[in-house]
């Protein structure tokens, strides 16, 4: 049997590093304008709302699971906190919490069908993405919410930084990247969810109630994905019925390549945030020379299929 | 109304079976199939297409496919509609070739099939189609900006939809051609790129990644004065780019479409200007030309422009244009 120890093989770690330096080295020799701290801060703008979203299906992928509302699930969230606040007149704190408090409703639902119906997330997630987008639709009646009060785009305004315009959104990701990380490492309740992606039986067996720290995992994923509708209101300016619709397969493409296991169990989180910028990085350098976007989506499909060779490569060899 | 025998029931379901069954021998069966059931164009299309059938007393069926580009969500929705006796089939093409074996076989049951909004390739497939003219909606677009920029040397970035797709070459091309510069026919789906043009990206008519295609434009030229963008959606995102750069008084947007949400925009000088298209009317003809195939027999057959007009808040010498308040008027979503 596999110990808690040897779930992180370094390999897993360093794959979407090097293809990060590759990318960027690339870039940096065919375009003059790639390497300044203003185009990275402006990366990490860019996927701010899908590094976000990742967060949560790490969590999720990490207990051998997948989430493919995820994207969705986010939009509807960013149409209840800005109609609320437009339509209702809710003050702005008020309106975002409910935006929140509705993705984690969703996240909830996908918990307790996994967990208590004993459902595949597979299929769960599959269903709870077209009703997270129908009742999106529905409730925006397809239209965008553009009266939005300043306190929900906040988070898009910019400080400068030593010669760069770094978003307030931005800095938040990167704290909640730093403090799952280190939820995930050190805390017991962090190492449960890593445990039920393992093994999820000899952890029931251990006396750690898997289903709960399941059910739990769902939930937290969903306050996330809530935190991302916020991001995405605040990037774009506007509550956004289209938003999300290639997040959801975005979100598992990160944490793919940030080197995350999807047979469960092992990962660093913090190797989403990389996966996420690794796509950011290509799309942003590919329109630097004038290349069309066809082939980030090329470049993207090759090394998910390298992360997931290397993942079971590694695996093979660890046993 | 409560019913408290079965007997009753019974009558009443008879009643409304015959009513039913006399309407629908009348009225003439006509099929819209949009390609999504929420873009707000194609619910202002259905809106239009019901009207007309109310007047002019035909059944319309309605249905689309799930998401953009869903061909086989299409095809299963032109077979219900044919099975359920539709004479005349209105489509918006989501893929424009793949749909044409599904049109062959309809035509062959004696259905008439009119395109609306996209062409199919080759725009022969069908027995007519109602559009706008895309490549006429750029160079209106191209010859404001030219007028409007004074002989200032422009720097055009433009965010396209996504590559291969016919309206977003015409658009584009038409923009180029308009403005002046070199540039393709409207036939060719290639994009022209002449040395002006410093930055194309691909917005794909959406939102957030029109802000995205944006901001990294601007990283590769920050001297961009003159932005193209493939419709409002992709137009409010470059906006929002502009803004968080502090280039949004500095540069020039036109785009294409003319959704209330776009006029609003140009209203308030985000967009300068917009070529407005009339999805309602499409819908309309298309209508129409169902009922008179059911009454007499005559199918409508080549290209028929449903228009565009220029809508821009402030009109520049030699172009001609409309202010906003006569685009709010005739803008589709939500005035």
Redesign the interface.
Known sequence: MTTLKDRLPPIGQLGPFIALVIACAIFGLT?D?FFSA??FS?IL??VM?VGVIAIGQTLIILTAGIDLSCGMIMALGSIVMTKFAADLGLPAPLAILCGIGVTALFGLANGLLVTRVKLPPFIVTLGMFNIAFAIT?LYS????V?DVPPMMTWL?N?FRLGGA?VAYGTVLMILLYLGMWFWLRETAAGRHVYAVGNNPEATRLVGIPTERVLLGVYVLAGVFYGIASLL?VA????G????G?TENLDAITAVVLGGTSLFGGRGVILGSLIGAVVVGVL??GL??M?V???YQVLITGILVILAVTVDQLSRKGGR | MKLKTPLALTAFAALIGAAGLAAAADAPVIGLITKTETNPFFVKMKEGAAAAAKAKGAKLLSGAGKADGDNAGQVTAMENMIAAGAKTILITPSDSKAIIPAIKKAQEKGVMVIALDSPTDPADATDALFATDNYKAGVLIGQYAKAAMGGKPAKIATLDLFPGHPVGAQRHNGFLQGFGLQSFEAKNNELAAPAEVVCMADSFGDRAKGQTAMENCLQKNPEINLVYTINEPAAAGAFNALQKAGKDKAVMIVSVDGGCDGVKDVASGKIAATSQQYPLKMASMGVDAGVEYAKSGKKVSGYTDTGVTLIAAKAVAGVASKDTKVGTELCWGKK
């Open positions: 375009t304008r203003g185009n402006l703008q860019q709302v639709q009646e397809a239209q965008t553009t898009g910019t315009s995405s990037r774009t300016g506007v956004d019925p289209n938003a619709q799309r942003n329109t630097l004038g069309s976007s066809v």
